[in-house]
């Protein structure tokens, strides 16, 4: 029988760090996926906070090969030119039915430096390269038949009675992830966000300079061509994420997908009928996609979102996308995913000196994640009641933004410690020390108070009816409230329709 320190399931960009990190620093790590490489996946936004926290594994660990993922022109120079498209800023375009979209209905917060659209056929090949340079063991199209947690080893059957074991095993596959599928911990229960999704990649999909309006319209500080544009509208929000942004892009493609709110809509036809029926309601985002083709067919998800009532257990863990997902808004499952990487790997590092693999040890690995999943359920539900009137999107997204970059802050100031001192226990245990694991700011009690008097404001606001205008102003009062102790960006000021996201400095 083969034994391993670790058994990660699932090659994807999460697993591959994972298996990266452990056997750099010196674990017997064995991959296991269904699949193979390359192939298609979402997921493709980057935001500044993952920048950082890939900064944060790669500088923690010594594994330079990470960083090249952490910034387009890396990822150009390192992966190639067709792994990225480039990122300026996050979009949001609102429509209502049936009448031509505004400019003036265009919120567009700017970065600082430029993030990456990754494309992830090319960028999670990459990373489990690195995960295989450290040392680690890979088997590809490979079927688990079942999974055995005992009490001094974990033995995972494999076809043709093959049995392997380990030590530890964690599940960094997604939706079908095996390890939390056997043990039964999935649940919708309890969530407040019910969505379908439905995506692709595309060609000709136009910018929305093109398309839609020139900068000279728009006033948006960037093209909104180079950011992650949002179009949204009452029932749900669409995703255009381009490739073919940059000069140096080779790569033709744009990701294309559409969430429906099922308290608003229920699809019951094809993906292809249901694109053309939104398409038809709201004819601006058609004029966007009027000369666009599919590369490949349409995924549809019933419903996207799930939680786990356990992460962690003697000899496993769940990691994000095993343990939860709630919806691609705000692109915070990169952020979730790379912030558990860093919070688990030191514990199983620990763990295997000690050769102790109680659950206990790994805890505060599993509030983060909870915290994670239950935080983007709150932040997202209110978001999709945010949709149907623009002015209160308008407010609402700052609710988000002033959150997002404290998180910047607080881990551009560790990423700076890291750099000067080397010191990595030192780091883990400021990381650990961050009184809000897996929420919007990470460490900061002004915003957290903030974001839950809020969310309260929209709950209560749809239990009993309130105007648009009513609920906008209640949450305009909060931030007005609130903003001395945030950072200095006028998240108050509502005529500003482009405030910066993610200052790179500590404040």
Known sequence: MNKYDVIIIGSGISGALTAAVLAKSGLK???????????????????????????????????????????????????????????LGFSFAWHQEG??????????????????????????????????????????????EGIELGASAVQVKLPADQVVQASFIIDAAAQGAPLARQLGVRTTEGLETDTCSFFTHMLNVKSYEDALAPLSRSRSPIQLFQSTLHHIFEEGWLWVIPFNNHPQGTNLLCSVGFQFNHAKYRPTESPEVEFRKLLKKYPAIAEHFKDAVNAREWIYAPRINYRSTQCVGDRFCLLPQAAGFIDPLFSRGLITTFESILRLTPKVLQAARDDDWQRAHFIEVEQHCLNAVSTNDQLVSCSYEAFKDFHLWNVWHRVWLSGSNLCCVFLKGLLDELEQHGDGPRFDLALQAARFPGCVSLDSPTYEHLFAQSCQVVRQAKDQGWPAADTARALHDLLKEHEPQLLPFGYSKISNRFIVKAPVTPG
């Open 99 to 144: 009448t031509p979209s505004s400019p003036e209905h265009l919120v567009a917060p700017s970065l600082d430096a430029p993030e990456a659209h990754l494309f992830r056929q090319d960028v999670d090949a990459f990373a489990l390269l690195i995960a295989l340079k450290y040392g680690a063991e890979l088997r590809q199209n490979i079927r688990i």
């Open 29 to 87: 790590v064995l991959v296991l996926d269904a699949a193979q490489h390359p192939r298609f996946s979402i997921g493709e936004a980057m935001t500044p906070e993952s920048g950082l926290l890939l900064r944060l594994l790669s500088q923690r660990f010594g594994i330079p090969e990470i960083e090249y993922l952490s910034s387009p022109d890396k990822i150009i120079q390192h992966v190639g030119s067709s792994a990225c498209g480039l990122k």
